[in-house]
């Protein structure tokens, strides 16, 4: 495995970019992916193998909102602040002076960093950015106790967000460009301008605020390319020894959709999405309607995938992504 993939300037002219055959892609099956992303929704597919961009559909400097993607940032980003003592995994919201419109209850307040982190709270209070799919899967409240359940669960996440910032005296976004977009070449990512690529979202029905995300793909390919080197880039050590690994671990059973990690959706026995059995191993940092950075271990590779979303109704499913992904993995001819 390249401990500096060439992904630096990955659409700049050929810098930093292969053949498909280069990187045990068989042309001609690949045919079959181009077809597939010209049949749906898909506004962008990058793939990184072995450190080189093997192939692409679209423009990856063309930014897109990161959706729940943003979550796995936010992921990477607590493992400084843990190792650097800001952070214990082990606090409880109550001990942090963690409440919301509603107000918690005792045995609410007694959640921890840790059971936010693994979507295992036992909170299910309101929250702001939720699905239709959230809402739905939603648990009712009290139903459990801090820990013992696994619900994929906004209410956690932009807790998670409140307790990061209250913690470390600064934005996600701010935290993410000085400790992981300067230090990777992330040529995109930019928080100065009109747009800023990150940003805040208040409610009405909660004090915990989102924190969207903007990013390239060539970017987004970059973050998941520092997942693959276990959090090492150019033979420097970025991520704290362990976290990539330990952020990727399965925590939890998340029945057809594989495991789930810290805040990472894992795959758990090939299971990962319909129709297609992933490599064992493989784990994403997901978006609402198609937005993907799938990184696969087992064949140095990482998937990106985006979508248009700020066009209302475009979008491209979980089926239409396993799809997708079949076409691609069948389309490799050496997955050495």
């Not at 049949?39 to 450190?51: F, I, K, N, P, Y």
């Not at 936010?74 to 107000?103: K, M, N, P, Y």
């Amino acid at each position: 495995m390249t401990e500096g993939p060439s992904i630096s300037h990955p659409v700049h002219g050929r810098q930093g970019q292969a053949t498909a055959t280069d990187t045990g892609f068989s042309e001609e099956r690949l045919e079959a992916v181009r077809a597939c992303a010209a049949s749906q929704a898909t506004d962008m597919l990058l793939v990184v193998r072995h450190g080189q961009v093997a192939f692409s559909i679209g423009d990856a400097e063309k930014k897109f909102l990161c959706h729940s993607m943003r979550k796995s940032f936010l992921a990477a980003l607590i493992g400084f602040e843990v190792e650097e003592g800001r952070i214990d995994l082990s606090a409880t919201l109550e001990s942090l002076g963690i409440d919301d419109c509603q107000g918690l209850s005792d045995i609410e307040r007694q959640a921890t960093v840790y059971d936010l982190l693994t979507a295992r709270s036992g909170i299910y209070h309101p929250a702001g950015y939720e699905t239709p799919w959230m809402r739905r899967i939603k648990e009712k409240r009290h139903s459990h106790a801090p820990g013992t359940f696994w619900c994929y669960n906004n209410w956690d996440f932009n807790a998670l967000g409140t307790i990061f910032e209250k913690l470390t005296g600064e934005t996600v976004h701010h935290t993410f460009a000085r400790r992981i977009a300067g230090q990777i070449g992330m040529e995109d990512f930019a928080l100065e301008g009109e747009t800023p690529d990150g940003w805040h979202e208040r409610f009405d029905i909660s004090h915990h605020r989102a924190y969207p995300f903007r990013m390239s793909s060539r970017d987004l390919a970059r973050f998941g390319q520092l997942f693959l080197q276990q959090g090492v880039w150019n033979g420097v050590p970025i991520l704290p020894a362990g976290w990539a690994q330990e952020c990727v671990m399965p925590y939890s059973d998340a029945g057809t959709h594989g495991g789930y990690g810290y805040m990472w959706w894992l795959e758990r026995d090939g299971v990962f999405l319909p129709g297609v059995v992933t490599p064992k191993g493989s784990y994403a940092a997901m978006g609402a309607g198609g937005h993907y950075c799938i990184v696969i271990p087992a064949l140095d590779m990482v998937v990106v995938h985006r979508v248009d979303t700020g066009i209302s109704g475009r979008e491209v499913n979980r089926f239409k992504m396993g799809r997708l992904l079949r076409l691609l993995l069948a389309a490799l001819n050496d997955t050495s």
